[in-house]
């Protein structure tokens, strides 16, 4: 088994390293082979302990191999631990807008139909448009737009620094929610010239 797993690793491994596209989950077919080898060199560890003749002749019960898995599995247990028990959001930022469309469409009292505001170039988008077809489903009239080509009347959400600042420099707005860093216009005249 060790040898078949290294062999499919090493393979697998070649052939996504000389693969143009480069995605981090490509890599998720070795995993199982790289726990079973793993496996295989802690038991051989363990076992090499326990065998110890010095070992076995100084105590009658041998607990050395027992700690060693202990001192080994401390730490991966103490990382789980800590992220089931008290998990921290690493990039809340980062997904705010998708948290206030997640509350839209988990209240039905707000019907309001807006649009969101987002470059779709520096981000990317597939986290929102997740939320954005639960609107659609739940019958709002919602997408994603261009903060450039806004009407009068219309509701616009936006999260973005330069969104923001592009709606709060070239239109008359009115803000009619925030939420964190995520805010809801209503435009109300457009100041620029076509």
Known sequence: ?????????VIYWLIISLAKTKLEWYDLPMYPFLSILCAITLYWIFTQIRQWKHLNNQFTVNLIP?????????????????????PIEDREEFYRLSYFLRNIANNPIKRHN???????DEYNKSYILFYIYMLRDKGMDCSIIDCRYLKP????????????????????????ETYYEVKTYKIIETFQTN
């Open 153 to 176: 009347g219309q509701e616009v959400v936006a999260i973005q620094d330069h969104e923001k600042e592009f709606i709060e420099k070239f239109y008359k707005y009115k803000v009619l």
């Open 114 to 120: 807006f649009d969101v505001c987002f470059d779709q």
């Open 66 to 86: 027992v700690l060693f898995l202990i001192l080994i599995f401390t730490k991966p247990y103490q990382n789980i631990l800590s992220k089931t028990r008290s």
């Open 1 to 9: 088994i060790t040898i078949f797993s290294s062999i499919n690793l």
